[in-house]
């Protein structure tokens, strides 16, 4: 039998031991409450001075302002955002390292590409930006007025017609094949590294047809170094209400809708990401912010996490059926 002793040096024991846990359960909720007390990085996964990086600063210039923290971006451009994505997934689980994602890195390279991150499980969405529309332009050495004169052109003449993309993986890429299934038209693939040198050789005539998304080609469009013949999204942009969607002009399933959120690493504490959400939510919402973003050509979209996670199931899945559908090989 135990001594009085023996039981009484257990009990105060198993009493120490819930305190410690008492007292380390305190303290994080604590840490939690108190978050931010330090600077969070905003990890963009392109170069600076591009929309997307424009759209990360408005918003982590916003965000700083209600946390009373800075909020920094960081850029780690390249493979097609995948660099970016994997280093925000092995980064701690604390709120401190965030990702500034898009449908390349949540949607089309996990469907295309054999990658060190899961885009469901190693992230927690925080929530939707933006989106934004892909366009088709052409170089304005292109006689072909509208889309159906151009695909009546490529059919003629596929050897003459090539395609600029960001690089294979990418939204370019994946709309110009999507557009190639639905018309049957044949036009030869150049990939660039990256959105910069792809419109420039574009502008320039060296490929004739590109599909970006309208904040990288709205500047050229303006100027008149591109012509926009068509939205790939399912409706006409405010920015350009000229232009009609493919789908109105007979072109079914030709739908890029480009979109941005923002990620966390997987195991982040759910009071954190609520409160990441909230103040998202809340910096979309100011007028300011919401101007900023949309005269970048993209349209502020909230959602909560457990949206944003719905959603990134549903991108993979999509693009996954485009790349058996179209036949794409990774690099």
């Given at each position: 039998?135990?001594?009085?002793?023996?039981?009484?040096?257990?009990?105060?024991?198993?009493?120490?031991?819930?305190?410690?846990?008492?007292?380390a359960a305190s303290g994080l909720a604590q840490a939690q409450s108190a978050y931010p007390e330090r600077i969070v990085?905003?990890?963009?996964?392109?170069?600076?001075?591009?929309?997307?990086?424009?759209?990360?600063?408005?918003?982590?210039?916003?965000?700083?302002?209600?946390?009373?923290?800075?909020?920094?971006?960081?850029?780690?451009?390249?493979?097609?955002?995948?660099?970016?994505?994997?280093?925000?997934?092995?980064?701690?689980?604390?709120?401190?390292?965030?990702?500034?994602?898009?449908?390349?890195?949540?949607?089309?390279?996990?469907?295309?590409?054999?990658?060190?991150?899961?885009?469901?499980?190693?992230?927690?969405?925080?929530?939707?930006?933006?989106?934004?529309?892909?366009?088709?332009?052409?170089?304005?050495?292109?006689?072909?007025?509208?889309?159906?004169?151009?695909?009546?052109?490529?059919?003629?003449?596929?050897?003459?017609?090539?395609?600029?993309?960001?690089?294979?993986?990418?939204?370019?890429?994946?709309?110009?094949?999507?557009?190639?299934?639905?018309?049957?038209?044949?036009?030869?693939?150049?990939?660039?590294?990256?959105?910069?040198?792809?419109?420039?050789?574009?502008?320039?005539?060296?490929?004739?047809?590109?599909?970006?998304?309208?904040?990288?080609?709205?500047?050229?469009?303006?100027?008149?170094?591109?012509?926009?013949?068509?939205?790939?999204?399912?409706?006409?942009?405010?920015?350009?209400?000229?232009?009609?969607?493919?789908?109105?002009?007979?072109?079914?399933?030709?739908?890029?809708?480009?979109?941005?959120?923002?990620?966390?690493?997987?195991?982040?504490?759910?009071?954190?990401?609520?409160?990441?959400?909230?103040?998202?939510?809340?910096?979309?919402?100011?007028?300011?912010?919401?101007?900023?973003?949309?005269?970048?050509?993209?349209?502020?979209?909230?959602?909560?996490?457990?949206?944003?996670?719905?959603?990134?199931?549903?991108e993979v899945a999509k693009w996954r059926g485009v790349v058996e559908s179209a036949k794409l090989q990774p690099d």
């Amino acid at each position: 039998m135990q001594s009085n002793s023996c039981r009484a040096i257990g009990r105060r024991s198993a009493i120490a031991a819930l305190a410690l846990a008492a007292c380390a359960a305190s303290g994080l909720a604590q840490a939690q409450s108190a978050y931010p007390e330090r600077i969070v990085t905003l990890v963009v996964p392109t170069a600076p001075g591009g929309g997307n990086d424009a759209m990360a600063r408005v918003v982590a210039q916003k965000l700083s302002t209600m946390f009373g923290q800075q909020v920094i971006v960081e850029n780690k451009a390249g493979a097609n955002g995948s660099i970016a994505a994997e280093y925000v997934a092995r980064a701690p689980g604390d709120g401190y390292t965030l990702l500034f994602g898009y449908i390349g890195t949540h949607g089309m390279n996990p469907a295309l590409q054999k990658l060190r991150y899961d885009p469901v499980a190693s992230f927690e969405p925080i929530g939707m930006v933006c989106t934004s529309p892909t366009l088709m332009v052409v170089n304005p050495a292109v006689p072909a007025r509208s889309v159906d004169e151009l695909v009546k052109a490529m059919r003629a003449r596929p050897d003459q017609f090539n395609y600029a993309s960001a690089g294979n993986g990418t939204a370019p890429h994946f709309a110009a094949e999507m557009f190639k299934l639905a018309t049957k038209a044949e036009m030869a693939h150049v990939p660039y590294k990256g959105s910069a040198p792809a419109m420039g050789d574009t502008v320039a005539g060296q490929t004739q047809v590109m599909f970006p998304s309208l904040f990288t080609a709205y500047p050229f469009v303006k100027a008149g170094k591109l012509r926009a013949l068509g939205v790939a999204g399912p409706k006409r942009s405010s920015t350009m209400p000229d232009v009609p969607t493919l789908e109105e002009l007979g072109i079914k399933g030709v739908d890029v809708t480009q979109w941005y959120a923002i990620f966390a690493p997987a195991r982040t504490p759910r009071p954190i990401v609520d409160k990441l959400n909230t103040a998202l939510n809340a910096a979309l919402a100011d007028k300011d912010v919401a101007n900023r973003i949309e005269s970048h050509g993209a349209v502020v979209e909230t959602s909560t996490p457990d949206q944003l996670r719905m959603k990134v199931r549903s991108e993979v899945a999509k693009w996954r059926g485009v790349v058996e559908s179209a036949k794409l090989q990774p690099d």
